[in-house]
């Protein structure tokens, strides 16, 4: 947005915006030098800023907000109450960054990166550093990350360091310095991405006239970094992106970075070793995988060699690594090198092994290790932030100026006992970058996060990264877990970029099938019931809004002959929500309660809330399946059920008003799985899961409603609630104007074959999907699941309606009608089972062998 | 003197295992006082995939994949190896314990250095601060590294008993201190953790030793056990290895296996499976001397 296509005349320019912008003294500010003048590079956002004016900017913020949950940005807190749907959040205003000064930035992070992957190769290799005493072995040793095991492993393309970050912020004089290395699987490239892709659409013309540097070629470089590397080169590589799973906080990014960059998304339990390989388990064949970037941390990558009580690795995988026949990114042991206390020996390492000096200021750092260090660091405790070792990766810190004196003896003799044990580090306070709160701009602590890929040529840098602000100015240390904003990082170039995207087909190194046709039987198995359980909340809101309806009608006119008819929905909405009800009047005279509680108690098992919660959850484990638009539908879904069970409607009346905006989301998330969705193997399984259900509902409602056998007027009355329930009303008017009802109704609802609302419809369905779902071994016998489609559908055809419409020897129940749908039940049922059985068969968990005690005659 | 070691590992499975994935240190290494003849390792069911590595200690690791369904596993290795005593200086005149540490704290010899990482904790040996007090007794001020440490030896064999039924695989090493019970697995834990408390680089090592009838009787097959005792380094000389389940100076009727900071660097056999259930574990070792008569 330039300045002068916006008419800023006659506008309240608002000075409000920045001028009690105040950076505290001492800290470096990205916009405001010490002296009080802006830096000439902000400028430009500034008076594109007064431009929009303050109303517009929030209207911006808005909008990216609305962007980022419309997406399904999430990062997730143990402990939120929000639990697995907190939204990101992302400040409308980017961060500057000239291009000269990013072009020296990024010399110094390429030369960090070199070093460290020359000292990791060096440290599982032939540990020369280690022999010549240039890294304590204490050091190594003492660092959970060293993983033994590892020794000797050969990395591919000698680059075990395939992904860098560095956290970096600036010194009071400006310069960046870094404050920490993530070598172990950095995170947040994915985060940095869809800041831009938000920003740059809430800002077009900002961004556009800004000529920001684009970030798709770090993401093409990181496709061709894993190609390149893995073993596999004579067919194109198949990659994965493991996860630990859906309940991991960044497990949004895992997934959005999988589909990004085409890759396939595993946890280790879709994962096996087998003839020295890793293999992707799908429905009853084994896919090979070629290469791995792994979001597990490496210790609880392999059950085998090391630790044993990891859920989330593949047994053999690091003898599959060994061997040769897979490369895992980054390499497994390469957390090592997030051990605080190897900065300190980084300037030595780097005149060592580069024969230059260290580019980039780092934080200052000593190793308690090291005598001289130690004694600083024990004179010096109060300006230090110490980090003790015994947490895994120095999470945990101490600041030295929040300890009583008690404390810091303690501390202190700790530290002698066992000085290799401690690190100690420099209390750097974090500059300040301009962040939009309360429609004001103020100075925030401000950390960004650097991502390079290991190329072949080098390190590449993504021109940009994650910015992390604090809300509260007084953070000293900025972390997602603080509850922080994200921010886009804006590298100026001086002329505009070709706008490029990582779409399939430009880049040469993408695989020319498209592999979203690898169902894992885990994937195979969610989408399976999310297709069961879209439809059962579906069915279960339909039959909830016409029994509804029925109880209000009730109210209005006192009609005895309405009883029976609503003891039927009663008693289908029982069979439906599985629920144990007594039959009594009890619930007949007063249904209010019991109806409010299966559309909102959460809490009442097999309730609405609970079929929703189930439906979301599925979903959240194969997002990486479902479309953006799919889950713009999901994200809805979930906001109304978090609204229907925090404002619970206390009237049935409020019940309806949130019935029915979910009846059409319900049915907006069928039809775009039916439309947005490739019907390749995964569609296959989620159709069959929603066609089953359909069918077992209606059975269900069919045996609650007309088995037993009431006078005309009843009947009527019952016939309609059906007929509305399976929306099915019009068909029936227009085609039986007279007629046996019940005869009518089971002709529609029950064998005809065109009706998508017909069981018969769904179970000729389900035929066709069993016919196209892959038969391992079984050549060509036919299933256990087709053999009951078959027997289901050939009983469905023949069954005489005129029979089942009548009632049994004591003319008070249809008794054929009730045995053919109990029947009907039970062999769907056992569908589901056969499915089960054949398709999503989980391999148990391994187990370990015992091992054999020394010094015993077993 | 040199010996026939054949050691029978044997996994029988409540129900078939689809696939197994496993690590052996069962093949003999060669140390200053051994040379490994001939090693070789008998997998049944035949494993889909058998490869062996170098670990950084220089043990050899059998990594090995069984892939077809079975319901027992037998894992067989058998070795020559040829075993000669330490060559050790007298104990008494061997640098005061003390003087030792000192020397390993500081020297930047890469032999010194490599022998730090056995200062360090190791995953079934967490600093115990009464095992070291214990030590005390026989590492007294000023006392010679070697005699200091054969004094030791002696003290856990008499303080200690030897119960194979006190103690598991998963014992911490504070119970066996605190009931005075346990296995060579255990004193040998005990006293590198007590070692290591000192200032002294302590090792694990496993291995088996030569046991003989009593004096008129035949030897029984299959009766004989894996065993286990500890090294700590001398500088300039190298480790140096006691038995203190046998109160004695390792000679050449130890034959080590694998050396490394504690037993879960070097356990035997473990692994991982699919399937199978519960399941038992019989290991069966027999360990001949190699008489002229018997040398083929």
């Known amino acids: 947005m330039t300045i002068s296509n916006q008419p800023t005349a006659g506008f309240i320019a608002p000075p409000t915006l920045i001028d009690d912008y105040r950076p505290a003294p001492g800290v470096f500010d990205e916009m405001r030098a010490a002296d009080g003048s802006l830096r000439p590079h902000w400028q430009y956002l500034l008076e594109a800023l007064r431009g929009l004016g303050p109303g517009e900017i929030d209207s911006r913020r808005r909008e990216a907000r609305r962007l980022i949950r419309d997406n399904g940005v999430t990062y997730n807190i143990q402990g939120d109450p929000r639990g697995m749907s907190r939204p990101w959040e992302l400040d409308p205003l980017p961060l500057l960054i000239q291009g000269q000064e990013w072009a020296e930035l990024e010399r110094g992070l390429i030369q960090r990166a070199e070093l460290l992957n020359l000292m990791l190769v060096d440290l599982y290799g032939e540990r020369e550093l280690v022999r010549r005493g240039l890294i304590p072995i204490e050091l190594i040793h003492g660092h959970a990350g060293y993983l033994l095991p590892c020794h000797g492993v050969e990395f591919s393309g000698n680059k075990p360091l395939v992904l860098f970050a560095a956290d970096l912020t600036r010194t009071a004089e400006g310069r960046w310095q870094v404050i920490a290395d993530r070598t172990q699987s950095p995170s947040g490239a994915g985060y940095a991405l869809e800041n831009r892709i938000v920003l740059s659409r809430v800002l077009p013309s900002l961004f556009r006239d800004s000529h920001v540097h684009r970030l798709a070629n770090f993401y093409r470089g990181v496709r061709r970094a894993m190609n390149r590397l893995a073993p596999n080169q004579e067919d194109l590589a198949r990659i994965a992106l493991m996860t630990p799973g859906p309940s991991h906080a960044a497990h949004f990014e895992h997934s959005y970075l999988a589909n990004y960059l085409g890759f396939l998304l595993v946890q280790g339990s879709d994962l096996s070793v087998r003839d020295g390989a890793l293999w992707l388990r799908t429905l009853g064949r084994l896919e090979r995988i070629d290469g791995l970037l792994r979001r597990v941390d490496d210790v609880w990558c392999d059950t085998l060699e090391l630790r044993e009580d990891s859920l989330l690795g593949v047994p053999g995988l690091l003898a599959a690594v060994r061997a040769g026949n897979v490369v895992v990114a980054n390499a497994l042991g390469s957390g090592v090198l997030e051990h605080p206390g190897l900065m300190a020996r980084l300037p030595k390492l780097c005149q060592h092994l580069l024969g230059e000096e260290l580019l980039l200021p780092q934080v200052r750092t000593w190793w308690c290790g090291d005598a001289e260090d130690c004694a600083y660091v024990l004179a010096n405790l109060q300006q230090l932030v110490i980090r003790s070792l015994d947490d895994l990766y120095g999470a945990g810190h101490v600041f030295g100026h929040a300890l009583s004196a008690a404390e810091r003896e303690t501390l202190m003799a700790t530290i002698r006992a066992q000085p290799t044990r401690f690190v100690a580090q420099e209390d750097v306070k974090p500059s300040t970058a301009p962040a939009y709160l309360d429609s004001r701009i103020a100075p925030r602590p401000f950390v960004l996060r650097s991502f390079l890929v290991g190329e072949e040529d080098g390190y590449a840098v993504m021109p940009g990264g994650l910015g992390r602000l604090a809300r509260d100015p007084e953070t000293p240390i900025v972390s997602n877990q603080l509850g922080g904003l994200g921010k886009d990082t804006w590298v100026l170039a001086s002329e505009p970029e070709r706008q490029e995207t990582l779409s399939i087909g430009s880049d040469r190194t993408v695989p020319a099938q498209l592999q979203d046709s690898e169902v894992s039987s885990r994937v195979a198995d969610n989408l399976f019931w999310i297709g069961r359980y879209a439809e059962r909340a579906e069915g279960l809101v339909r039959l909830l809004r016409v029994t509804i309806l029925k109880v209000s009608d009730r109210f209005n006119f006192t009609d005895d002959q309405e009883a029976d008819c609503l003891r039927s929905l009663l008693r289908a909405l029982a069979h439906q929500s599985q629920a144990v009800i007594d039959e009594s009047q009890v619930w007949l005279d007063d249904p209010a309660p019991e109806l409010l509680a299966l559309t909102t108690d959460s809490d009442r098992l097999g309730g609405l809330p609970q079929t929703l919660q189930a439906l979301i959850q599925a979903a959240w484990s194969v997002r990486e399946r479902l479309s953006n638009d799919t889950w713009r539908i999901v994200n809805d879904i979930e906001k109304r059920l978090r609204r229907l069970t925090r404002f619970a409607p206390q009237a049935l009346g409020g019940a309806l008003d949130v019935l029915d905006p979910l009846i059409t989301s319900l049915v907006a998330f069928s039809g775009l799985t039916q439309e947005n969705m490739t019907h390749n193997e995964g569609w296959h399984f989620l159709e069959s899961g929603r066609r089953l259900e359909r069918g077992a509902n209606l059975a269900r409602l069919m045996r609650a409603t007309l088995v037993v056998v009431t006078s005309e007027q009843e009947e009527n009355l019952t016939i309609e609630a059906v007929l509305g329930v399976t929306d099915s009303l019009m068909t029936y008017r227009r085609r039986y104007q007279g007629g046996t009802r019940v005869g009518a109704l089971l002709d529609l609802v029950l064998q005809d074959e065109t009706n998508p609302r017909s069981l018969a419809y769904q179970v000729v369905r389900l035929q066709h999907l069993l016919a196209q779902m892959p038969q391992c071994g079984l050549g060509p016998q036919r299933s256990q699941g087709q053999k009951i489609i078959m027997r289901l559908l050939t009983d469905l055809r023949l069954a005489e309606i005129d029979q089942l419409a009548s009632a049994g020897a004591n003319g008070s129940r249809r008794e054929a009608l009730e045995q053919r749908l109990i029947t009907i039940e039970a062999a769907l049922a056992s569908l589901s089972n056969a499915l089960t059985a054949q398709y999503f068969h989980h391999e148990e968990r391994p187990h370990h062998l015992i091992e054999p005690r020394q010094g015993i005659t077993q | ?296």
């Open chain 2, 1 to 296: 003197m040199k010996y026939h070691v054949k050691h029978v590992t044997r996994y029988v499975y409540a129900a078939p295992v689809s696939l197994c994935h496993s690590i052996a240190h069962l093949k003999p290494r060669s140390t200053p006082q051994q040379r490994c003849l001939t090693a070789n390792l008998r997998i049944s069911p035949w494993p889909s995939v058998a490869r062996e590595h170098r670990d950084l200690f220089e043990n050899r690791v059998n990594y090995f994949s069984i892939q077809q369904a079975h319901s027992t596993l037998e894992i067989t290795a058998t070795s020559e190896i040829e075993v000669q005593a330490q060559q050790l200086p007298p104990f008494d005149v061997t640098p005061a314990w003390e003087q030792v540490v000192e020397q390993l704290r500081t020297d930047n010899d890469p032999e010194c250095i490599a022998a730090r990482l056995f200062l360090l904790p190791s995953p079934a040996i967490s600093q115990l601060k009464a095992a070291t007090d214990l030590a005390r007794e026989s590492f007294t001020p000023g006392r010679p590294l070697l005699a200091a440490a054969e004094a030791f030896t002696a003290q856990i064999f008499e303080q200690f008993e030897y119960d194979p039924s006190f103690t598991t695989i998963a014992t911490p090493l504070n119970l066996v201190l605190q009931h005075k019970r346990g296995v060579c697995q255990d004193f040998a834990h005990l006293a590198i953790a007590a070692l290591r408390g000192l200032g002294i680089a302590a090792r694990y090592v496993s291995g088996y030793l030569e046991t003989l009838p009593p004096p008129g009787q035949p030897k029984l097959r299959g009766a004989d056990a894996s065993h286990a005792w500890f090294a700590l380094f001398l500088p300039g000389h190298g480790w140096v290895d006691f038995d203190p389940t046998n109160r004695c100076v390792v000679g050449d009727q130890h034959i080590t296996t694998a050396v490394g900071r504690d037993y879960q660097d070097v356990t035997p056999v473990r692994g991982v499976f699919y399937g199978g259930g519960a399941h038992e574990l019989t290991v069966a070792v027999d360990v001949d001397r190699l008489t002229p008569a018997t040398i083929r």
